[in-house]
């Protein structure tokens, strides 16, 4: 067996049985951390792929980010030890409902996508791309798709400009949310600070 | 290697995963014998710097001279406890949490190249990742979740006070590290911590932390956050001994608790080595001894090929290993000078002086860098920094026919790539 496919089935294997297990666990510490397992399978899945830059993303964005939700399970559970978090009946139904939906939504998709249906023929010619691919994402990002200058059809020359517009909206968006914490921060304390001062 | 070692197993398959999984262990088993070795001496180095700082010896039997082999003794020690999950523990998350401390402090090795390899391909290093700064950092990150889940899953108020500062804490100085980190990266034009070493060659004038006052100013505020990440006095508030017991690993005892340590002192000598490799020049030494050799030889292809390639690539891991060991050396010289910080005083320290000193070097070095004014960098440079950077569109010219060859040649960049690549080295 090649190793690639033995690795490809490994990781993905635990990308989705430690999302089971999110589910299956009643903890929410456990969860968090099997939560954490299964993120870092999926980066392991974007390495396998040759994409390096996609996979430190996976881990400093999503596997980083469980850091916080980790915190506040720790936080709202801490006043008793290892509170266990019953669902009730009536939520797994609904639970049940929309997650199958949202499978279904997407296996028919992805089924739909001839391409994807039969194994190419030329597999010995594939070959994994870990080449300049951090920098053609960053050049995408200030407005130039390097990909698409040999594109021949103009029709597809629109696609050339880039993401700079969607950049630049979240960059301010972030920025704005950052201040708007910062500020919600500090007015309590200091409307904490000065009763104080008075008592 | 892969395609080496199934060539004498599977001759018939290159990639059969025998062949990659026994090349997987021996990278693998090196890379845990960098951290255990490490720890090994940097333990009883601790304890040899601390007595002398106390005005004491150290240790002086165990090993004969210097005591040499106390680390070994203490290794045998912490084997021979009992080791002991308290009742009040979630006891799966209270037995993996060391291993996911250690596992963190390891994968990040594994993108730590030890010399150029000294020819235009790869490094050494477990996996040369193309953006290796990047995953070296975001990796590194995960090592607090250990911390956290240490002190949650004991089941002690100590250890969950402790686990909750170092959250704080590790999640404020993320940004000021990041900060300090992208101006290498943004002088070098690169996040390969191969090319990056790279660049610095020649003489030391050569090295980031020569290239402008900035990126010598911001050198102490990255090695003052990367104290701060990896958990070491004078921020070590997660163990803060004096009010909490011991933090997080208060519940410890035994081989667990040692894991703890070892990913403690792999994750310094780390983020050492960065330091060396974004603004010591890496594996390059203060002179070079290697290029000179061979120019005086007359061996201009030394680089790519041959035994003085190699013997230069040795020389190099002895340089950053020993670049390393400074970095570790200071951090325990500043543990046992300085006094604890309190909370305030460490979410003060990165929000109010890292970030903004980090910010304005960050200015600073774009506007040097920019409008190219002279500095040490400029003294004696080995080649042009572009040329180490675009190393590939050389790889690719060699590949292309000499037809398209040549018109590639008409554009002035690839002239100057070619005359450069043929010229100096």
Redesign the interface.
């Known amino acids: 067996?090649?190793?690639?496919t033995?690795l490809f089935y490994l990781f993905a294997l635990m990308s989705c049985g430690f999302a089971i297990a999110v589910v299956a666990s009643s903890?929410v510490?456990?969860m968090a951390?099997f939560l954490?397992v299964s993120l870092a399978s999926t980066a392991g899945l974007f390495f396998l792929a040759g994409a390096?830059?996609v996979?430190?993303?996976q881990?400093?964005i999503y596997?980083?980010g469980t850091?916080?939700l980790?915190?506040f399970g720790?936080?709202l559970t801490?006043h008793a030890?290892?509170v266990s978090m019953v669902t009730k009946s009536s939520d797994w139904v609904l639970a049940a409902v929309f997650g199958g939906a949202l499978l279904g939504l997407l296996a028919l998709t992805a089924f739909s996508v001839e391409d994807w249906r039969v194994a190419r023929g030329d597999q010995a010619a594939v070959t994994s791309s870990?080449?300049?691919?951090?920098s053609s994402i960053g050049q995408a990002l200030m407005g130039m798709r390097v990909d698409r200058l040999s594109e021949g059809n103009s029709q597809l020359e629109a696609g050339m400009s880039g993401y700079l517009l969607p950049f630049e909206i979240i960059a301010i968006h972030l920025l704005v949310v950052l201040i708007g914490a910062a500020y919600l921060a500090r007015t309590k304390r200091r409307v904490g600070s000065v009763t104080e001062g008075v008592q | 290697m892969?395609e080496f070692i199934n060539s004498f197993l599977f001759p018939d398959q290159p990639?059969?995963?025998i062949g990659?999984?026994i090349t997987a262990l021996i990278h693998v088993v090196m890379i845990i014998n960098v951290i255990a070795v490490g720890a090994l001496v940097f333990i009883w180095m601790e304890r040899k710097v601390s007595g002398r700082i106390q005005d004491r010896l150290g240790p002086t039997r165990v090993g004969g001279k210097f005591g040499w082999l106390q680390t070994l003794a203490d290794g045998l020690k912490l084997v021979a406890k009992e080791d002991i999950t308290p009742g009040?523990a979630?006891s799966?998350?209270f037995k993996?949490a060391p291993y996911l401390s250690f596992t963190a402090s390891f994968c990040a090795f594994i993108a730590l190249p030890f010399a150029s390899g000294y020819s235009w391909s790869s490094g050494w290093a477990a996996r040369e990742?193309?953006?290796g700064v990047?995953?070296v950092?975001?990796?590194l990150?995960?090592e607090?979740?250990g911390v956290?889940?240490a002190?949650?899953?004991s089941?002690s108020k100590w250890s969950?006070f402790g686990?909750?500062r170092e959250?704080a804490q590790v999640?404020s100085y993320e940004v000021p590290l990041g900060l300090c980190v992208i101006i290498p990266v943004m002088l070098a034009g690169s996040?390969n911590l191969v090319t990056i070493g790279d660049m610095q060659e020649g003489l030391f004038t050569n090295w980031f932390l020569f290239h402008d006052p900035f990126t010598f100013c911001v050198f102490w505020v990255y090695f003052t956050c990367a104290m701060a990440s990896v958990n070491r006095a004078p921020f070590d508030l997660a163990e803060a001994e004096s009010e909490l017991v011991a933090g997080f690993h208060t519940e410890y005892s035994g081989l667990r608790w040692s894991i703890f340590f070892m990913a403690e002192y792999g994750s310094m000598f780390l983020v050492s080595a960065l330091a060396a490799i974004l603004f010591f020049g890496g594996w390059n030494g203060p002179f070079p001894v290697f290029a000179t050799l061979a120019s005086a030889l007359g061996w201009e292809a030394w680089p790519t090929t041959g035994l003085l390639g190699y013997v230069a690539g040795l020389a190099g891991v002895a340089n950053i290993l020993f670049k390393g060991v400074v970095g570790v050396t200071v951090m325990i010289w500043v543990r046992w000078t300085l006094p604890r910080l309190r909370i305030d005083q460490v979410i003060t320290m990165c929000w109010k002086y890292c970030v903004p000193i980090a910010a304005v070097c960050f200015a600073g070095a774009l506007f040097w860098q920019y409008n190219n004014i002279w500095f040490l960098n400029s003294l004696h440079p080995a080649r042009s920094r572009a040329e180490v950077r675009e190393n590939?569109s050389v790889n690719e010219l060699q590949l292309l026919t000499p037809s398209a060859l040549h018109e590639v040649g008409e554009s002035d960049m690839a002239k100057g790539i070619e005359n450069e690549a043929g010229g100096q080295i």
Request: cysteine-free; charged content about 5%; hydrophobic content about 70%.
């Open positions: 067996m090649n190793w690639h033995l903890n510490v456990r951390f954490i390096h830059f996979g430190a993303m881990i400093m596997v980083g850091l916080v980790l915190i720790v936080m801490a030890a290892f870990e080449g300049e691919f951090a | 892969a990639d059969h995963w990659v999984l009040q979630d799966f998350l993996l990742v193309n953006t990047f995953f950092l975001a990796v990150g995960l607090v979740f956290i889940l002190g949650y899953a089941g969950l686990g909750m959250a999640v996040m590939w």
